[in-house]
Antibody, heavy 121, light 108 residues
Framework: EVQLVQSGAEVKKPGESLKISCKGS????????IGWVRQMPGKGLEWMGI????????RYNPSFQGQVTISADRSIGTAYLQWSSLKASDIAMYYC??????????????WGQGTLVTVSS | EIVLTQSPATLSLSPGERATLSCGAS???????LAWYQQKPGLAPRLLIY???SRATGIPDRFSGSGSGTDFTLTISRLEPEDFAVYYC?????????FGQGTKVEIK
């Protein structure tokens, strides 16, 4: 059974760094793109970027380029999303999700449960 | 960037009724690379339809997708109680991939 299990909710202060994780199981982690999707409170979905764990090839939505870093460690089947300096505008639920096909075709077939990030002084 | 506009914002229907949700794109979506997702409160989105009309694994056949170019439709033939949720369309024909703002299907 394919599963994506994300790390737990985080409460951070503005300016702090953060790295959240997404562990895949039940499939060949290195051979599927993994992406991150943001959902701000009460809002819709936004594609942030994707990574191919096999060689760490990464593609970003220009709106998020430079704001976050996507990485992966294929040896432990885990993808990451990190911030170097959080802002209040980063408050959101963040989902990891797997692309359905090995090609860069952006259909997400399996999703993690989400990680809520709260930023407050 | 392709902007997707979903209508209506809210659809109030009764169980057993037919739901028709629309998704309009600001530019043609290449290769009909359009997907539909369902999201219930507190849960992650769930893939329903991809490539405009292909049902994802395990999705009941009361869900169907159609359309091409700039106009796409998700139809739920007979609403079941578990179908009341928010539905998002997403285009993946050109980067950045974008989502619509969602249509909420609520119980009348």
């Amino acid at each position: 059974e394919v599963q994506l299990v994300q790390s737990g909710a985080e409460v951070k202060k503005p300016g702090e760094s953060l790295k959240i994780s997404c562990k895949g199981s039940g499939y060949s982690f290195s051979n599927y793109w993994i992406g991150w999707v943001r959902q701000m409170p009460g809002k819709g979905l936004e594609w942030m970027g994707i990574i191919w764990p096999g060689d760490s090839d990464t593609r970003y939505n220009p709106s998020f380029q430079g704001q976050v870093t996507i990485s992966a460690d294929r040896s432990i089947g885990t993808a990451y999303l990190q911030w170097s300096s959080l802002k209040a505008s980063d408050i959101a639920m963040y989902y990891c999700a797997r692309l359905r096909a090995a090609a860069v075709i952006g259909v997400y077939d399996y999703w993690g449960q989400g990680t809520l990030v709260t930023v407050s002084s | 960037e392709i902007v997707l506009t979903q209508s209506p914002a809210t659809l109030s229907l009764s169980p057993g009724e037919r739901a028709t949700l629309s998704c309009g794109a600001s530019q043609s979506v290449s290769s009909s690379y359009l997907a539909w997702y369902q999201q219930k409160p507190g849960l992650a989105p769930r893939l329903l339809i991809y490539d405009a009309s292909s049902r994802a694994t395990g999705i009941p056949d009361r869900f169907s997708g159609s359309g091409s170019g700039t106009d796409f439709t998700l139809t739920i033939s007979r609403l079941e109680p578990e179908d009341f949720a928010v539905y998002y369309c997403q285009q993946y024909g050109s980067s950045p991939w974008t989502f619509g703002q969602g249509t909420k299907v609520e119980i009348k």
